[in-house]
């Protein structure tokens, strides 16, 4: 299995990528449907026209054109998606820790009791590893 290098991707997904925030710029400007489309419509045109580049100087040259263009003309607000980094939701939900079941009443585990049941069988099983791995819990390394 491959693994991709992290930093280093291929022109064509510096293409697409350019592509998309290009697209989610003229989202950003243009709030009615029929002239976004239509401008993504223009915008399409515009990357198809120079699909078939071969020389990978030229292509790098309208890429870089691309990024700057892009970045000459994006949205002084550009939408964000509740969920997404900067979104008005980004996060929101806490989860909560593991420990926090140990504190349930006995009669909410009553209510799961094969899990429960599991849960404590595996905490057995990782103290157990635990004490393998690293050797049992001395308290007196606690006072010093």
């Keep these: 299995m491959s693994v991709p290098i992290p930093g280093i991707t291929t022109h064509a997904r510096q293409v697409c990528s350019l592509y998309k925030r290009a697209?989610?710029?003229?989202?950003a400007w243009y709030d009615?449907?029929?002239i976004f489309r239509?401008?993504?419509v223009l915008l399409r045109q515009r990357f198809e026209e120079n699909?078939?580049?071969?020389?990978?100087?030229?292509?790098?040259?309208?890429?870089?054109?691309?990024?700057k263009e892009l970045f000459e003309t994006q949205h002084w607000q550009p939408r964000k998606f509740a969920g997404s980094?900067?979104?008005?939701?980004f996060q929101r939900e806490v989860i909560p820790p593991d420990w926090i079941?140990?504190?349930?009443?006995?009669l909410e585990k009553a209510q799961y009791p094969e899990y429960f049941k599991r849960r404590e069988?595996?905490?057995?099983e990782f103290v157990a590893w635990?004490?393998?791995?690293?050797?049992?819990?001395n308290p007196e390394d606690l006072h010093h």
């Design 23 to 27: 697209l989610r710029n003229l989202e």
């Design 32 to 34: 009615r449907r029929y």
């Design 38 to 40: 239509y401008r993504a």
């Design 51 to 67: 699909r078939n580049v071969t020389d990978i100087r030229a292509a790098s040259q309208l890429l870089a054109d691309g990024e």
């Design 85 to 89: 980094p900067g979104g008005c939701a």
């Design 101 to 106: 079941l140990d504190y349930w009443h006995p």
């Design 121 to 124: 069988e595996r905490k057995k």
């Design 130 to 137: 635990w004490e393998k791995q690293y050797g049992k819990h």
